[in-house]
Structures are given as C-alpha cells and as structure tokens.
C-alpha cells in the first residue's frame, strides 16, 4: 500500500506539474523533462525494486541514497516547480508586487547556504552511523523518515545551487564552486572508511541473503565506490556548469 501512495503521491505532483507547463509556454522543454526525470529518480529510489533490495545489499541502499539526494533534487530544481505551480491568476503584472513578497519570504524561509549544507552533510553522517542505520532498517517508520530526510535535506543543499525562484542568492555566484567542493569532504571520508575497512561495517547484511555473487565485504565496498564515485562526478558537472555561467554574459530568463 505504502508504494502505491507514494506513486500516486508522484504521479499527481506530476501531472500539477505538467498542467502548469502547458499553461505556462515561457518554461523550456528541456526543464519540464528535468523536473519529470527527477519524479522518476525519486520512483526508482522509493518504489522500484531498488527499494525493497536495499535490505539485502548495502549498494542496493547506496543506490537509493544517490538518486535522492545527489539526483533528483537537482533535476527537480531545474524543472522550476515552484513557477509551473503558481496559479494562473498570481502571473498578471498587477501580482508583481505580492510575488516578489513571495519571493523573499519563502527565499528566507528556506535558509542560508550555510545551514543547507549542515543538514545535507548531517543528514549523510548520522544515517550511516551503524547503530542509526540499524534502527533505520529494521523500523518501517524510521526507514521512511531516513529517505524523507534523505530527500529532504538533498532538496535543500541544492536550492542555493540551482537557485529556482523564488530563491534569492545569499552567497557570491562563485562561492558555490566552494560549497560543492566542502560537500565532497563528508561523502569522501565515509567512502573511504568504508572502502579500506577489512571488516563489514553494517552487521545486518551479515545475516541476510547477498545478491549479484558479493559477500558483505565485496558488497560494501561497491558501495562506497559507488558513492564516492558518483557524488564526485555530479558535483564537478555541476561546478563546470557554474563555472561556464560565470563566465557567460547571458542568462536564461524565465518570464514570471
């Protein structure tokens, strides 16, 4: 039951999505597939067979970990949700006003870059804690407030990143380059305690049937590979990506 709510949890924030879309031409083709992609990312983490092997392998839950913090809520960023979801009726010019009220209460609402990455990096550091992770996979609840908080925080670390509207920059432009390079250090050490451990970190796998042919050892340095592998490669597309904006003259604008 919990896996066909959370699909219809998806599909509906999907299909307000694409209402708003089509409502509102301005949004690029290329962003509605971002936010759809990020819908799916998340439905492969949450729903997907992904998510019932996560209790069997470490990578499995690796897996889940990535598509919710480090690939979905960039995506989702990019889709511009928060614009497709305004009310036709709040796009008039006669709105300006109340929309930019909007815009700084929510952008203040939502914190300072500083606190995004601490929750991000909080967020990563005490769900693999092995005694937390435990209660996480042997909980139901507490395994949904794991990928919630996973899902949560992620959304956060890369508001200031992406910067959607409403956000309002906190930081000087180049300043996420830093942000992104910091955000590595968290995810680096635990991969790296992870990957040259000679001793399975996670004893629950221990007492469980492995898939793919890895022993619990094997299975939890693909993890951290994985982890240290992937979290490397998005943030230096994403600092790349930056880096190109800087320097660019032009900006995409998105009417409003």
């Not at 936010?35 to 897996?63: K, N, Y």
């Not at 609840?141 to 908080?149: C, K, L, N, R, Y």
Request: a positive charge.
């Amino acid at each position: 039951m919990a896996a066909v709510a959370l699909t219809l949890v998806l599909l509906f924030a999907g299909a307000v999505y694409l209402r708003g879309w089509l409502d509102r031409r301005s949004i690029p083709v290329w962003r509605a597939c971002s936010f759809l992609l990020g819908l799916l990312a998340t439905w492969v983490a949450v729903v997907s067979p992904v998510a019932s092997s996560d209790s069997r392998m470490l990578t499995a839950h690796m897996i889940q970990h990535l598509l919710l913090m480090t690939i979905a809520p960039p995506l989702i960023w990019l889709g511009e949700p928060l614009i497709a979801a305004r009310p036709a009726r709040d796009r008039r010019a006669g709105r300006r006003s109340s929309v930019e009220k909007v815009r700084t209460e929510l952008g203040s609402l939502l914190g300072h870059p500083a606190f995004c990455w601490l929750a991000a990096a909080a967020a990563l550091v005490v769900w693999h804690v092995p005694a937390i992770f435990r209660l996480g996979m042997r909980s139901p609840a507490w395994h949904f407030i794991e990928q919630a908080s996973f899902f949560t925080t992620g959304l956060l670390f890369w508001w200031p990143v992406i910067q959607p509207w409403p956000s309002a920059a906190r930081w000087p432009r180049w300043s996420m380059l830093l942000y992104l390079f910091l955000a590595t250090l968290p995810c680096d050490v635990l991969s790296g305690l992870l990957v040259f451990s000679d001793r399975v970190s996670y004893p629950i796998y221990l007492c469980t049937p492995q898939m793919a042919g890895f022993s619990p050892l094997e299975d939890q340095q693909c993890a951290a590979a994985l982890m240290w592998t992937c979290v490397t490669v998005v943030f230096v597309v994403a600092g790349t990506i930056l880096s190109i904006q800087m320097l660019s003259p032009q900006k995409e604008a998105i009417s409003l």
